[in-house]
């Protein structure tokens, strides 16, 4: 059974930072695409960033670039999001997904999903 588990998330004043984890297992994914998305209250689910899966190009969505890094530590098979000088509009409930390849910045193609982590930043 394939499980996308993210954790990091909480509360964090703005200014500060967090680092999200997203720990994969249930199959290989080599050559899989990573990627974070984040949802807001009554809003849509948008994309964060994503690492593409073989020639590991890295795209940022232009509100976090040059604030937020995402990562990969392949031999544990876990992604990061390393969140930098949060402000209140990053607070979302954040979720990685994986999909075979190449990073796309809709929700609607790819193949797993983790349960998200709640990130909250008050000014």
């Known amino acids: 059974q394939v499980q996308l588990v993210e954790s990091g998330g909480g509360l964090v004043q703005t200014g500060g930072s967090l680092r999200l984890s997203c720990a994969a297992s249930?199959?290989?994914?080599?050559?899989?695409?990573w990627a974070w998305f984040r949802q807001a209250p009554g809003k849509e689910r948008e994309f964060v960033a994503g690492m593409d899966g073989i020639q590991w190009r890295i795209t940022y969505a232009d509100s976090v670039r040059g604030r937020f890094t995402i990562s990969k530590e392949s031999a544990k098979n876990t992604v990061y999001l390393q969140m930098n000088s949060l402000k209140v509009e990053d607070a979302a409930v954040y979720y990685c997904a994986a999909r075979r390849t190449k990073v796309l910045n809709t929700t609607s193609q790819y193949d797993y999903w983790g349960q998200g982590t709640q990130v909250t930043v008050s000014s």
């Open positions: 249930g199959r290989s994914f080599i050559g899989y695409a």
